[in-house]
């Protein structure tokens, strides 16, 4: 293998190709104030037990999830995704992280995302980007219906080498890498990487 044509560039999203979290957005957008009010202060012991360390961001992310999706209309939340995308996604794009983005494009290097965030948006968004690959947290469905668990599990610290690993395969290791990430949720792949470029590594692209 002829390393400088084996050159991949792995993505975080949200903070990193976003300006901030794009989960609480989208579900403001998705069900309204008064409903992501009332799901945060219900879910809040499991959120509360997270920033402690009592509990597994997993755990924590799943109760949450759970009380927004659970049993709720696959076409409709799909639908939300489309018009979250449309009018609200784009004005939270970092420029120069899209500007980025494009560059490993045209270099034709393997452009992959990998994320925590939600594949109900996350997927058609990455399409629309033109990304080769992509890794997220994928939602449970079942005859129509969220079922408000993960397909899997939470896309979040190791879990994203893992996924990658699998991506690839035994030959991961002879890529060249572009990493790029903005929180500790992204250290391990950002550890695995060439080149690495984490939070304020980001504004100087």
Request: glycine share 6%; aromatic share 16%.
């Amino acid at each position: 293998m002829s390393l400088d044509k084996k050159t991949i560039a792995i993505f975080d999203f949200d903070g990193t190709l976003t300006l901030g979290d794009t989960l609480l957005p989208f579900l403001l957008h998705s069900f309204g104030v008064g409903k992501v009010f009332l799901g945060l202060i219900i879910t809040s012991p499991y959120l509360l037990c997270y920033f402690l360390g009592l509990i597994s961001n997993e755990k924590a992310k799943k109760q949450f999830i759970c009380f927004f999706l659970k049993d709720t209309s696959v076409k409709n939340i799909e639908r939300c995704a489309k018009t979250f995308i449309d009018n609200k996604l784009n004005v939270k794009m970092r420029k120069n992280l899209i500007n980025r983005l494009r560059w490993h494009q045209e270099k034709k290097h393997i452009t992959v995302l990998v994320s925590a965030s939600l594949d109900v948006y996350v997927l058609a968004w990455a399409k629309k980007f033109k990304f080769d690959y992509v890794e997220c947290t994928k939602l449970y469905r079942n005859n129509g219906k969220f079922t408000g668990d993960f397909f899997g599990s939470n896309c979040y610290g190791f879990e994203k080498v893992i996924r990658l690993k699998n991506l690839f395969g035994e030959n991961f290791s002879d890529y060249r890498k572009y990493g790029y990430g903005d929180s500790s949720g992204d250290f391990e792949f950002l550890n695995l990487c060439d080149h690495k470029y984490f939070k304020k590594d980001l504004n100087t692209l």
